[in-house]
């Protein structure tokens, strides 16, 4: 069990909140160690080829069922992910919820995913583990009627509010105001320019304004809580 009440745990993340954001972003640099990365990264690849969805501009992997409307079908997490699913359990962001769901993104260099919200499917919390190369994830006022991954991408760049730098091995939480009121998403690119834009400039190691960062390929474990799940159907065969 973790130790302490649910606020005295979130309590002791304050440390890390990004004070000039919206209510609520946390960023943890270095969360989990050099070697915890690369045997995630070994066991995402060392996954069966059936456990990849091919996208358009990335392919993804979902662990513990497939989110639903209906309720997601709900399967018991492997056990390479339970440690880091654990940890983040322990830091009280969930209340008592445990999350049970985890979404592996794999994006290459030039590769992004357009802005979105998570929306009702999941408790308004999205954490999110980060593997391989740094990735800037920008934030966006929403679209009058945002739905999904929609929107008109010749006005995105008028609507950003503000970006964070994902570096290798950190750990990302939104919360509240940030979960709901911003769209998130992440620009097709090789490389990003570090600027004021950015709000962990100063959490993040030895960078400066106007740097430039090449990407190469990152992993991004998201790992959420679905609060409507059913259990898997069970078929009998005949005798």
């Not at 989990?32 to 990849?52: F, H, M, N, Q, S």
């Not at 983040?88 to 979404?103: A, Q, R, T």
């Not at 593997?131 to 991954?149: A, C, D």
Request: overall charge neutral; glycine content about 8%; aromatic content about 8%.
């Amino acid at each position: 069990m973790p130790n302490g009440s649910v606020d005295e745990r979130v309590d002791k993340l304050n440390q890390y909140v990004i004070q000039n954001g919206p209510h609520k972003i946390y960023y943890i640099p270095e969360f989990i160690t050099k070697g915890e990365e690369e045997y995630l990264k070994d066991c995402v690849y060392k996954a069966p080829k059936p456990r990849w969805t091919q996208l358009q501009n990335r392919r993804l992997q979902n662990w513990g069922g497939i989110p639903h409307t209906k309720g997601m079908i709900a399967e018991e997490l492997p056990s390479w992910l339970l440690t880091t699913v654990e940890r983040i359990y322990e830091l009280g962001v969930f209340g008592e919820k445990k999350p049970n769901h985890v979404l592996v993104n794999e994006y290459l260099s030039g590769q992004g995913i357009m802005p979105h919200l998570d929306g009702p499917l999941f408790y308004p919390t999205i954490t999110t583990v980060n593997l391989g190369s740094h990735g800037v994830l920008n934030f966006y006022r929403p679209m009058e009627q945002p739905n999904g991954e929609s929107g008109v991408v010749e006005d995105w760049a008028e609507r950003l509010e503000f970006s964070l730098l994902l570096e290798p091995r950190s750990l990302l939480i939104l919360q509240e105001t940030c979960y709901n009121n911003f769209l998130h998403g992440i620009e097709e690119r090789s490389s990003d320019l570090i600027t004021d834009k950015i709000l962990n400039v100063n959490q993040c190691q030895e960078l400066k304004l106007n740097n430039e960062l090449s990407r190469d390929t990152r992993i991004s474990l998201t790992i959420r809580h679905v609060p409507k799940t059913t259990k898997p159907i069970l078929r009998l065969g005949r005798r």
